[in-house]
């Protein structure tokens, strides 16, 4: 079946701009993740989302970051006024929840954001 | 104290070796956690979850050692395609989502 996808896969973005990320999980999947990955390190959780709701997003580093999930589907994360420190890759994963909170993920490409 | 501490490697090993490496985590009421391998400038897939009672699936062998606060994996019989870089996860179960990825081990496998 189909995987996880993400587009664009690559944005560049003038310093300033805004910009949005789109997640489509795999179909049924109820939950959904968003990270962001610096080169060399490992995926920083950003947010999480139960259907249409956004239970978790400890993550988000400022209010220029927001997620919205309104049908309990397809996801966008939106980077307002981006700057430089935005630059990294964003990571969608999707999961069907189990027993006791293990989420076994499956993720996208990823979308490269480079802000210049 | 990182919440999730990997050993970056890299681990050269020649094809055919055992390596195996470790993955500790600071918050004992984690529950969750699994193994994940990510190729160069792809995405993260899912190796293995670790259970309690330890899990293998082929070559791959995963435990857990609640008390040390440590997971671990061992890679028996060594493949070229084997190389790429493996990160530790952890779900800290404080009440949120959040799902806590260690900054990952390097391994290449020469021939």
């Known amino acids: 079946g189909a995987g996880v996808s993400q587009s664009p896969r690559y944005k560049v973005a003038k310093r300033g701009q805004d910009v949005a990320l789109r997640c489509d999980p795999i179909?049924?999947?109820?939950?959904l993740f968003w990270y962001q990955q610096a080169l060399g390190q490992g995926p920083e959780f950003l947010t999480y989302f139960q259907n249409e709701a956004q239970l978790d997003k400890s993550g988000l580093p400022s209010d220029r970051f927001f997620a919205e999930r309104p049908e309990g589907s397809v996801s966008t994360l939106k980077i307002q006024r981006t700057q430089q420190e935005d630059s990294a890759v964003y990571l969608c994963?999707?999961?069907?929840?189990?027993?006791?909170?293990?989420?076994?993920?499956?993720f996208g490409p990823g979308t490269r954001l480079t802000v210049t | 104290r990182k919440e999730v501490e990997q050993d970056p490697g890299p681990f050269n090993v020649p094809e055919g070796a055992t390596v195996a490496f470790n993955c500790t985590y600071s918050?004992?009421?984690?529950?969750?956690f699994f193994w994940y391998r990510q190729d160069c400038r792809k995405e993260p897939k899912l190796l293995m979850s670790?259970?309690?009672s330890g899990n293998e699936d082929g070559r791959f062998t995963a435990q857990l050692n609640r008390a040390s606060q440590y997971i671990s994996l061992l890679i028996r019989d060594s493949k070229l395609s084997d190389s790429a870089t493996y990160l530790c996860?952890?779900?800290?179960?404080?009440?949120?989502?959040?799902?806590?990825f260690g900054a990952g081990t390097r391994l290449f496998v020469k021939a």
């Open positions: 918050n004992s009421a984690s529950q969750s």
């Open positions: 994963a999707s999961s069907l929840p189990r027993t006791g909170g293990a989420y076994e993920q499956y």
């Open positions: 179909s049924g999947h109820v939950s």
């Open positions: 670790v259970y309690s």
């Open positions: 996860v952890v779900n800290p179960n404080t009440g949120g989502f959040k799902t806590i």
